[in-house]
């Protein structure tokens, strides 16, 4: 031990610490899991409760296959109730039950998606705070961190309350449903709650013991909680996911949705993990586009020059946070899609290219949008910086290429059409624009606007800095090169795609992408590099940027939410009439599919009403503002996020 | 000149105005009934600024921040007002685009601007709130924005199929081109629907397989010429006649002892009972060389069509190609072969078989409706465009200007029906489509039960109603 020095014992025990933390906060899972295993059946041996004697007249034990897992196990559960329309099942109001729970799920989703992603940020970035040398960059992300947890605080207590009003929506508006659900998903749901408490208590302790334990070992122990505390909201978010997925793709019962007491297989079903991953990417960038709308708001209304370039670099790494979680997403997506096709093609087919299609093509427009949007706000950037002036010439030719991506993104396919506009056409496609409708074209397209981000991103690292290592020459003629070919080999294979029959075509995605992520790592590492010890033109002027480049962020935000909206429905609609896939049908008069229209306006009310609250929350934020941020003077130097300039 | 509190009295001043104007000229509009409900809904906010706008006039009048203060309310009122309109043409049209709601979500996205536009304004006059109100304005432009334009794009509502089979109808006991016309529902979701695009049934066999001649289908075989083309099919080495055991997929038999299809009708009633036994080439599940089919056995969940259902399926294929289908008896033997008892869906009504859900083909009114609701129940407006009844856009079938229309019809040399006056022709329309076939519309996308969905009481009040309609001329009222 003696030569441990201080720092590793610190180190140690707060590692210590920690592990008991987490052992004392998850006991009530491991406490739970015999019991849920069970799920109430015959099992004594593994149950806590004491054996009951079988009368010897007993009838045997009734066994039923697994729906998904094919595996034999005994019925422990009644079979899914066939419902009714009439009150006993569907009690309502006046009006469609289905929107109001729609209302009551989406809000609970937001903030919940909200309050699990920012802890995240705050954990990386207290981390940064504590592992830094420089005392005042130290100081600048703690405060960093605190803003974030502050708000984040305000918001865990809506989402209490909104996950209060959902369950009263599911109990009155739904009780039969969800008695089946709750039938199932018992231990699940105890767990659920038991673990809502652990992560209450800890968030408390983390956020009120920010000051308390500011310094030394009790500073670990602080960064260790948040820790503790991103585990504890992933395990959670994953069993509320365990309950969709069920009703997407129902395993652990029988073809009469008996259970069968195996709650491991209830809990993970096959879409489960693809939705847990795609989930916790998405809540990132949903986080980081929420946070980036609240340092645009405290941007906005700042009253000197140092809060503006406190909130002007916040709102930078917020920004860049969810950009680089937008990045993955697409992969993560199409993951879920693929088990979704090895689920059910059928599904499968509804989702891509069937009732449902339509709705991604709106995806596909507020995609291009979001990227057309970082563009922007990275070009609106540039102004910080002294010395970016020599690359303004370029934004105009970028301009070109991505809106003309973007309209060959935003080219549908086909059309619904009706007979005599079909004849009109004469086809399915247009004799012109219909070219441009074909995934060649689109796979262009998409991967030109990436690859050209990239090339602003770039662009930016380098606003107000000259590279002085030797190989410089060399490095940027690499990156030329590199970029010429890869807008040739993309735009070429596009090209080439139409010559080529589907079956073939379909692996050109492959070069395509490989080209447009090698472009990402290669040329922003490469750049990374090049940049160190750069020479600076001039510093940059945090706080100095234009009031539109705020407004960037603000659509940057306002469409995450519009997105997630938007795959939130898709996801729960393609169950289209049944509760629980295949299982459980809905009965209610609302079973059917709402038109486009429809659900596109209601997504905007959701949007709308959770960005009306959280403006309300914003504000209730800056009332409880205690410290001033970290002052930093115009021009001073600030971290960055990792490759930046 | 025009500073901004000027330019601000000015613009209210209009917009008050115009709204005079609306409510004076136009008393029935759509805009001043609007109005209205706004007023009904909101009028209690109104009344607040209304009074704080009396009292910084009249109650405070040394201050020397009168002028600005009331001029800050009528602002504030200019943008209560707006917002409650917004407010009102979303409760007005906010509707589940049930058959006969009032109505149109479309018009939603509209609310989103009136309230971005009443933000923009108010956060011009109200400093405090700019930057919220501003941005708040800025979030309801980019979501009316995306609203919008999932309101442009093509509209289509699916509606779950029945809760059970065609419980009730005996599928044997039905003439050959009602069965068919069943089957034709259960593929495409309506009788005649086997023309339009994106019509689905409750089979769901449209979602992969094509259905028309030439038709490029990527997902699963096209089923044109079906019939034929199952005599060729089995004649396939890899489809192995004689010895089922002998097949390279990954199931081999229907059920041990099923042996393999001798007829068309039986390779058809194979292919629903066990699509792994025999995949067309280049249509199996990706990676398992056609060994595997993506296709799901029809007579379980999620399909789960009953041997009645089946069979009518199995009549629409022969029959549409002029084929002579194939005997109930021999389809239902085919079915029989392939799917052992056990295994058999149960027919509507027996334990364990759900609820029977309406009767297809009785009648949808009682002829005591108004007749916008008995257009609206019959699915007219779905297809066609009626003058005078709410939704009735329809652009699939012609017009229904039957005053105006008629008489030229019936002169036409392609009129082929029996009708010498107006009601004839509208009760010719309705009971045989087919009889005249307006152009360009094709033939048989009107479904022809309406015979039986109509009775003579509905039938005379949509023929009276379409009896007075002229083109060009206002639409009679509805009683």
């Known amino acids: 031990m003696a030569t441990l020095n201080k720092q590793a014992q610190k180190k140690i025990w707060a590692f210590l610490a920690l592990g008991t933390f987490v052992g004392l906060l998850l006991l009530p899972l491991f406490l739970s899991l015999p019991a849920g295993a069970s799920g109430g059946a015959p099992a004594p041996a593994a149950s806590t409760a004491p054996p009951v004697a079988q009368p010897a007249d007993a009838k045997p034990v009734e066994k039923s296959r697994d729906i998904w897992y094919k595996t034999?196990?005994?019925?422990?559960?009644?079979?899914?109730?066939?419902?009714?329309?009439?009150?006993?099942?569907?009690?309502?109001?006046?009006?469609?039950?289905?929107?109001?729970?729609?209302?009551?799920?989406?809000q609970h989703l937001y903030y919940g998606s909200f309050v699990l992603a920012v802890p995240i940020f705050c954990m990386v970035i207290e981390y940064l705070g504590i592992i830094t040398k420089d005392k005042a960059l130290a100081r600048k992300y703690d405060q960093l961190a605190y803003d974030f947890i502050k708000i984040s605080l305000t918001a865990y207590s809506l989402t209490a309350i909104l996950g209060g009003i959902l369950v009263f929506t599911y109990l009155t508006l739904y009780p039969t449903f969800f008695g089946y659900l709750a039938s199932i998903f018992r231990p699940v749901m105890h767990t659920y709650a038991l673990l809502f408490v652990a992560e209450s208590g800890t968030l408390y302790i983390y956020y009120y013991g920010w000051d308390r334990m500011r310094e030394g070992f009790l500073k670990w122990v602080h960064v260790s909680m948040s820790v503790v505390l991103n585990m504890i909201g992933t395990v959670l978010m994953m069993l509320a996911n365990s309950w969709i997925a069920f009703m997407q793709s129902p395993a652990g019962v029988d073809d009469q949705g008996r259970y069968l007491g195996n709650i491991w297989h209830v809990i993970h079903t096959t879409l489960w993990n693809p939705i847990n991953v795609h989930r916790i990417i998405g809540n990132m960038a949903f986080g980081g586009g929420v946070v980036a709308a609240y340092a645009a708001y405290r941007f906005l209304t700042a009253k000197t020059d140092e809060e503006r370039a406190h909130y002007d670099w916040m709102g930078y790494v917020a920004m860049f946070i969810g950009v680089c979680f937008l990045i993955p997403l697409p992969f993560a997506g199409y993951w879920l899609m693929r088990e979704v096709y090895a689920y059910r093609q059928q599904m499968g087919i509804t989702l891509m290219g069937g009732l449902l299609a339509w709705l991604f093509i709106i995806q596909a427009v507020m995609i291009g949008s979001l990227f057309l949007t970082t563009n922007y706000y990275l070009w609106q950037g540039l102004e910080r910086m002294r010395g970016a002036e020599r690359y303004q010439k370029y934004i105009k030719y970028m301009v070109f290429v991505l809106i003309t991506c973007f309209i060959v993104w935003l080219t549908p396919h086909t059309m619904v059409m009706t007979p005599g506009e079909l004849k009109a056409m004469g086809g399915q496609q247009h004799p012109v624009l219909g070219n441009y409708g074909v995934m060649s074209a689109k796979n262009g397209a998409i991967n030109t606007i990436i690859t050209t981000t990239v090339l602003s991103f770039i662009m930016y690292q380098r606003g107000n800095k000259v590279p002085t290592v030797k190989w410089a020459p060399m490095g940027n003629a690499f990156l030329f090169g590199m970029f010429t070919v890869a807008y040739i080999n993309i735009i070429g294979l596009a090209i080439y795609g139409y010559y080529i029959p589907a079956n073939v075509r379909v692996g050109l995605s492959v070069p395509q992408v490989a080209t447009t992520l090698s472009c990402l790592f290669i040329g922003v590492l490469l750049n990374s590099i090049m940049l160190k010890g750069a020479k600076e033109l001039g510093p940059t002027a945090w706080g100095q940027v234009s009031v539109r480049s705020q407004y960037a962020l603000i659509m940057l935000a306002t469409a995450f939410t519009w997105m997630m909206g938007l795959m939130g429905y898709i996801r729960s609609s393609v169950r289209l009439f049944w509760h629980v896939n295949e299982i459980m049908r809905d009965n209610s008069p609302w079973a059917f599919t709402h038109t486009i229209g429809f659900a596109a306006n209601m997504i905007s009310f959701n949007v709308l009403f959770f960005w009306i609250t959280i403006l309300f929350v914003f504000w209730l934020g800056s009332l409880g503002i205690k410290k001033a941020p970290v002052a930093a003077s115009v021009g001073q130097k600030v971290p960055v996020p990792a490759g930046s300039h | 000149m025009?500073?901004?509190?000027?330019?601000?009295?000015?613009?209210?001043?209009?917009?008050?105005?115009?709204?005079?104007?609306?409510?004076?000229?136009?008393?029935?509009?759509?805009?001043?009934?609007?109005?209205?409900?706004?007023?009904?809904?909101?009028?209690?906010?109104?009344?607040?600024?209304?009074?704080?706008?009396?009292?910084?006039?009249?109650?405070?009048?040394?201050?020397?921040?009168?002028?600005?203060?009331?001029?800050?309310?009528?602002?504030?009122?200019?943008?209560?007002?707006?917002?409650?309109?917004?407010?009102?043409?979303?409760?007005?049209?906010?509707?589940?685009?049930?058959?006969?709601?009032?109505?149109?979500?479309?018009?939603?996205?509209?609310?989103?601007?009136?309230?971005?536009?009443?933000?923009?304004?108010?956060?011009?006059?109200?400093?405090?709130l700019r930057v919220l109100l501003q941005l708040g304005g800025f979030m309801f432009f980019v979501s009316s924005c995306l609203a919008g334009f999932g309101n442009w794009l093509p509209q289509v509502k699916a509606d779950p199929p029945p809760a059970e089979a065609e419980g009730g109808q005996n599928v044997k006991e039905m003439s050959v081109q009602d069965r068919a016309d069943m089957g034709e529902k259960i593929i495409f979701g309506a009788v005649g629907a086997s023309n339009t695009q994106g019509a689905i049934g409750k089979g769901q066999c449209p979602l992969c397989h094509g259905f028309q001649k030439g038709f490029l289908s990527e997902r699963a075989p096209n089923l044109f010429g079906v019939p034929k083309r199952a005599l060729e099919q089995m004649k396939d080495v890899k489809y192995s006649q004689k010895d089922a055991s002998k097949r390279d997929t990954a199931q081999k038999e229907a059920c041990p002892g099923c042996g393999t299809a001798s007829t068309a009708v039986e390779y058809i009633a194979e292919s629903h009972a066990c699509p792994n036994c025999y995949v067309v080439a280049g249509f199996g599940v990706k990676g398992t060389n056609d060994k595997e089919s993506p296709m799901p056995v029809i007579h379980k969940s999620p399909i789960g069509l009953s041997i009645d259902e089946m069979i009518a399926v199995d009549t629409w294929l022969f029959a549409r190609e002029g084929e002579e289908p194939p005997s109930p008896e021999d389809i239902e033997n085919a079915y029989k072969k392939f799917i052992p008892e056990a295994d058999r869906p149960k027919p509507a009504g027996a334990p364990g078989a759900g609820p029977a859900g309406p009767v297809p083909g009785a009648p949808v009114v009682t002829g005591d409706e108004p007749v916008n609701e008995i257009f609206t129940k019959a699915l007219c407006f779905a297809c066609h465009n009626i003058p005078g009844i709410p939704g009735a856009v329809g652009a699939v079938g012609p017009k229904l200007v039957e005053r105006t229309n008629a008489p030229g019809r019936i002169k036409d040399p392609a009129y082929k029906g029996k009708a010498t006056s107006v009601r004839e022709y509208i009760m010719e329309s309705i009971i045989t489509p087919s009889a005249?076939?307006?152009?360009?519309?094709?033939?048989?996308?009107?479904?022809?039960?309406?015979?039986?969905?109509?009775?003579?009481?509905?039938?005379?009040?949509i023929i009276d109603y379409l009896a007075q309609l002229e083109e060009g001329k206002e639409p009679p009222k509805i009683k």
Do not use: H
Not at chain 1, 80 to 85: E, F, G, H, L, N
Not at chain 2, 10 to 18: E, K, L, Q
Not at chain 2, 439 to 446: A, E, L, Q, V
Not at chain 2, 450 to 459: I, R
């Open chain 2, 436 to 461: 005249y076939v307006v152009k360009p519309y094709p033939d048989n996308i009107m479904p022809k039960d309406f015979g039986k969905k109509l009775n003579a009481a509905a039938l005379n009040k």
């Open chain 2, 2 to 128: 025009f500073n901004a509190k000027r330019m601000g009295f000015i613009t209210a001043a209009i917009i008050a105005g115009a709204i005079a104007a609306v409510l004076a000229i136009l008393p029935d509009s759509g805009a001043t009934q609007l109005m209205r409900n706004a007023l009904a809904i909101g009028w209690p906010g109104g009344l607040v600024i209304v009074t704080l706008m009396l009292y910084f006039q009249f109650g405070r009048a040394k201050d020397p921040n009168r002028g600005q203060l009331v001029f800050r309310s009528i602002i504030g009122l200019l943008g209560y007002a707006m917002f409650f309109i917004a407010i009102a043409n979303y409760a007005t049209n906010f509707n589940d685009e049930s058959f006969g709601a009032p109505g149109e979500p479309r018009f939603l996205p509209v609310s989103l601007v009136m309230i971005t536009v009443s933000c923009f304004t108010m956060a011009m006059y109200f400093k405090g």
């Open chain 1, 72 to 106: 034999e196990g005994p019925v422990v559960g009644a079979p899914a109730p066939k419902t009714t329309d009439g009150p006993k099942d569907y009690p309502r109001y006046n009006f469609e039950s289905r929107v109001l729970l729609w209302v009551a799920n989406q």
